[in-house]
């Protein structure tokens, strides 16, 4: 039975060595920060949320060596984007340039607060309208009206009762 556990166990603990650590060489620490900064920003087109340095894709892999071929190549990061956007298209981005296809993305929020402000705005005076008072004197008519129904709920009471 122990040697049934220490299978599993070992089965279990191994499965992270099967993962290829890829490791790319670079001349200068320059380099390497540009190239990790890359694959941090640009998005696995198979992954769909998942950028180029958490995906373990075979399209991921095809990236990050190209990526690195074209540091090394010294491209520079505009020649780099533009290739990947050209490519894949925006999507690759996890921050979308502004264009026209993607005024949407950048200006719906700005819209949609607006509008929420708009809303609170109208419900809030349109509140204060509702809470006009009239100052005008009562007539005679609504005096006695008033004066009788505050003696009816005087009588109403018991004796002894708060109001």
């Known amino acids: 039975m122990k040697s049934v556990w220490l299978c599993l166990a ?10 290829v650590i890829e490791t790319y060489q670079f001349d200068t620490p320059l380099q390497q920060k540009r190239y990790h900064a890359f694959i941090e920003e640009l998005r696995c087109p198979k992954c769909q949320n998942q950028n180029l340095s958490g995906s373990d894709s ?3 892999k095809d990236l990050r060596r190209q990526i690195h071929q074209m540091i090394m190549d ?3 990061d505009i020649e780099i984007t533009q290739y990947m956007v050209a490519r894949y298209g925006d999507f690759i981005l996890y921050r979308p340039r502004f264009s026209g296809q993607t ?8 819209a949609l607060l607006m509008l929420g402000l708009l809303v609170w705005w109208r419900m809030a005076s349109g509140r204060k309208s509702k809470l006009v008072v009239n100052d005008a004197p009562l007539s ?7 004066q009788e129904l505050l003696a ?6 018991k004796p002894g009762e708060k109001r």
């Open 152 to 157: 009816d709920d005087g009588a109403a009471a």
């Open 140 to 146: 005679s008519d609504e005096q006695a009206r008033l």
């Open 10 to 19: 070992l089965m279990l603990f191994s499965v992270g060595a099967a993962a």
């Open 74 to 76: 010294d491209k520079s």
């Open 58 to 60: 075979a399209i991921s």
């Open 103 to 110: 005024a949407v993305l950048w200006l719906a929020p700005i």
